[in-house]
């Protein structure tokens, strides 16, 4: 059974920090790995999407990198701001689920002015 | 409307009411999934709509009834709910099948319904 494991469960930090939250999963046969964001008390946001072939994803301020073979993905917030702040997700797909995704149970992150 | 939208966003009803939530998606998908989200619990995948059939249901009790109509709309029908049913229910989207020049298999999510149970 894949299981996903994100650490730190919560992080703080000032506000201009670069930051990196973790993302681990135990079954290296992945589809593809995806990042979201949530914002208390609403839905999710995707920021990433990683195909299982790519070795890195980056839109603006956001990097995401995969390595299949150790089962892990990190997620890099450049020059964080206070409007970063929310829970951030990562959910994979395993190769012979469907269209299933397993999350992890986030990373808290909050970026003080 | 754009995206994934849900309604109601909120709700509160006893034990022996039934209610439906809706889902719309906008985006063109043939997949469409009911998710729970429980106070520090991860995201729990409940139905998994492909092409209107479905193909995933993770041993979801029989009071949550999902109908999919079509590949635009999702509904869950509650009915005899209980308490700890109460949570954040998500709806997503996604374009599953090949299509050349498009971000695979990418779930969008709606705002979510926030469900309290009496």
């Known amino acids: 059974k894949q299981e996903v494991t994100q650490i730190p469960a919560a992080l703080s930090v000032p506000e201009g920090e670069n930051l990196v939250l973790n993302c681990s999963f135990t079954d290296s046969a992945i589809y593809n790995l995806q990042w979201f964001r949530q914002d208390p008390g609403k839905g999710l946001t995707s920021l990433l999407l990683?195909?299982?072939?790519?070795r890195e994803q980056t839109s603006g301020r956001l990097n995401a990198s995969l390595d299949k073979s150790s089962g892990r993905s990190t997620l890099y917030i450049a020059a964080s701001q206070p409007g970063d702040s929310a829970t951030y997700l990562c959910?994979?797909?395993?190769?012979?689920?469907?269209?299933?995704?397993?999350f992890g149970e986030g990373t808290q992150l909050t970026v003080n002015p | 409307e754009t995206g994934v939208t849900q309604t109601p966003r909120h709700l509160v009803m006893g034990m022996t009411n039934k209610k439906s939530l809706k889902c719309e998606q906008h985006l063109g998908h043939n997949a469409m999934y009911w998710y729970k989200q429980s106070a520090k619990k991860p995201l729990e995948l409940m139905f998994v709509?492909?092409?209107?059939?479905?193909?995933e249901n993770n041993s979801v009790p029989s009071r949550f009834s999902p109908e999919c109509p079509n590949s635009s709309h999702l509904f869950l029908h509650l009915h005899t709910l209980q308490p700890e049913d109460s949570a954040l229910y998500l709806c997503?989207?996604?374009?599953?099948?090949?299509?050349?020049?498009?971000?695979?298999?990418?779930?969008?999510f709606g705002p979510g319904t926030r469900l309290t149970v009496l």
């Open positions: 959910a994979v797909k395993k190769e012979t689920s469907g269209s299933r995704l397993t």
């Open positions: 997503a989207s996604s374009q599953e099948a090949l299509a050349s020049g498009r971000a695979l298999n990418e779930q969008f």
């Open positions: 990683i195909q299982s072939s790519q």
């Open positions: 709509y492909n092409f209107k059939e479905q193909t």
